[in-house]
């Protein structure tokens, strides 16, 4: 995954860009936990809480540092869960996010 | 232009102030949450002309930390802008209620966040042109400065439920078409204005516009309406709800208590300011037009007297 921002380091936007891969460590294990509690039906209104609050983060910053299908993935996520979708859509919408942050970490 | 930005999201702070030092902002001081933000305002010694917070924060958010803030003599004025991811859009009512000036929407787009600080920056200009000018030639000179600009909307010192002309056409623009429809705007005039305004000084002026917003929120006997003071002598109402009163009967209760100054009125001069309500105007359902149109309608209504309003009674925008 590329993006002109991380590969800058004196452009503005580079801490920006260092800081969201630093923080996608965390976040992807918040929504990995999350996915098993989903999955298994422990916790799911705490678990439905941690994706949103991550996914709107996500949403939020993603495409304006270049990571458009990041961003798109995660509002998915958020608007999913904010309408009270069921598991199984969240679960679905979740995936492509959970593997869009892996694939930022091997970057 | 200092700048204040509140978010939880330390990615979204750095990357705000990343993008408004690309497009020549680079005093930003960022802070994770509403009770840091205030502690910065109260305790730092900084004073700031701007304002960005998120809208929905843990604990404190926007709104309230926007009501907060505008308690703080020294930040009744100051820009406050919203940050809002485009799901949470409907959530900015409150916001602009407590004196939100504008909004923002997430993810951050340059151009956006260039015309909207733009924006504050040139307000922010003629604010500092106005007290410089106040400054150097003294208030004599500060009241003819007033008399030139009577049709320039102004946020009424003292008159605690106004909010910004300039906010409530940000606000209206924020509605989704469901809710435009549902949302009616009312003018309130002051008939005299004119003759106040060549009269009196601008504080004596301003005072007798305080007064009449005064009057005009104790007649409403309502806290869901927007009211927001649009020049030349001229409020506007804006609600969502259906008052129970018709215009005539506002328009007396308002007049009825306004005659209550007028002996304060009477050793000034000047003669007590009676106010016309105009029509309440509505957006057409088959006739999609500019959000702020129903705005121009309202004005327009309270500044014609009734016998030459259009036959059917409502502005339709």
Redesign the interface.
């Known amino acids: 995954m590329d993006t002109w921002?991380g590969h800058q380091p004196e452009?503005?936007?580079?801490?920006?860009e260092r800081?969201?891969r630093t923080?996608a460590v965390e976040r992807l294990d918040t929504l990995s936990s999350a996915w098993v509690r989903l999955d298994s039906g422990q916790n799911i209104r705490e678990a439905m809480e941690d994706i949103r609050n991550v996914a709107?983060?996500i949403?939020?910053?993603?495409?304006?540092?270049g990571h458009a299908g990041l961003?798109h993935q995660a509002?998915e996520v958020?608007?999913l869960s904010?309408e009270g979708a069921g598991k199984s859509d969240v679960l679905r919408a979740l995936r492509p996010l959970i593997a869009g942050l892996a694939e930022l970490l091997d970057d | 232009m200092r700048i204040l930005a509140i978010d939880d999201?330390?990615?979204?702070l750095?990357?705000l102030?990343?993008?408004l030092?690309?497009i020549g902002y680079g005093q930003v001081t960022t802070m994770p949450s509403g009770e840091h933000a205030l502690h910065e305002l109260d305790f730092s010694g900084m004073l700031y002309d701007c304002i960005l917070s998120d809208m929905?924060m843990p604990d404190m958010n926007g709104a309230a930390l926007t009501a907060a803030i505008r308690q703080r003599t020294a930040y009744r004025q100051t820009p406050i802008l919203m940050i809002t991811?485009?799901?949470g859009k409907n959530t900015v009512d409150d916001a602009f209620a407590a004196g939100a000036t504008d909004y923002i929407t997430?993810?951050?787009?340059?151009i956006e966040l260039r015309a909207r600080i733009g924006m504050v920056d040139r307000l922010l200009a003629e604010r500092r042109r106005l007290a410089e000018f106040a400054r150097l030639v003294g208030q004599r000179a500060a009241a003819t400065e007033i008399k030139a600009e009577f049709e320039t909307p102004i946020l009424i010192p003292g008159f605690e439920r106004g909010i910004e002309f300039l906010a409530m056409e940000n606000y209206l623009l924020t509605l989704g078409v469901k809710r435009m429809y549902s949302t009616s705007a009312f003018a309130i005039h002051v008939k005299n204005a004119a003759i106040i305004f060549n009269k009196a000084s601008g504080a004596t002026y301003v005072q007798m516009l305080g007064d009449v917003g005064a009057q005009i929120v104790d007649a409403l006997k309502t806290e869901d309406v927007m009211i927001a003071y649009a020049g030349s002598g001229t409020f506007v109402c804006m609600t969502e709800r259906d008052l129970g009163q018709s215009p005539d009967d506002l328009e007396i209760l308002i007049n009825i208590g306004l005659m209550d100054f007028e002996t304060i009125y009477a050793a000034d001069r000047l003669p007590v300011p009676q106010v016309r309500v105009g029509e309440a105007a509505r957006s057409a359902f088959l006739s999609p037009t500019k959000p702020t149109r129903i705005l121009e309608r309202a004005i327009q209504s309270a500044n014609t007297p009734p016998e030459k309003r259009s036959k059917n009674g409502q502005m339709v925008a």
């Open positions: 921002a452009h503005p936007l580079a801490r920006a800081l969201f923080m709107h983060k949403a939020g910053t993603a495409a304006s540092l961003g509002a958020e608007r904010i | 999201d330390p990615v979204f750095e990357l102030a990343g993008m030092k690309m929905q991811a485009m799901s997430k993810p951050l787009d340059i």
